[in-house]
């Protein structure tokens, strides 16, 4: 099992832009891939991207192409998701997820660690 803490949330507005870490602790995280969710209120938790353990492959959710940058520092134990051009429409708590496996996936199932979760609020 990996503990998961997410930072960097907060209030910002629309068309600007915040970075989201997430620091990793407990077993090897190299060992891990990687991904980003959010969930809206009222509404289910939805994919935003992922990136493998090399960090040589990473996915992300139409919504989000183009304007958000998954990464990871594996000497630092830390994932994170350069957001930019945020919209109202991106307001959500975000999650950090890890899954013990080489690849990225978009399945929510087959995260096996959760964070709990950073509040990001756009303003229009």
């Known amino acids: 099992q990996v503990q998961l803490v997410e930072s960097g949330g907060g209030l910002v507005q629309a068309g600007g832009s915040l970075r989201l870490s997430c620091a990793a602790s407990g077993r090897t995280f190299s060992s891990y891939a990687m991904g980003w969710f959010h969930q809206a209120p009222g509404k289910e938790r939805e994919f935003v991207a992922a990136i493998s353990r090399s960090g040589m492959t990473t996915l992300y959710a139409d919504s989000v192409k183009g304007r958000f940058t998954i990464s990871r520092d594996n000497a630092k134990n830390t994932v994170y998701l350069q957001m930019n051009s945020l919209k109202p429409e991106d307001t959500a708590v975000y999650y950090c997820?890890?899954?013990?496996?080489?690849?990225?996936?978009?399945?929510?199932?087959?995260?096996?660690?959760w964070g709990q979760g950073i509040q990001v609020t756009v303003s229009s």
């Open positions: 997820a890890a899954r013990n496996g080489v690849a990225a996936v978009v399945n929510r199932a087959s995260y096996d660690d």
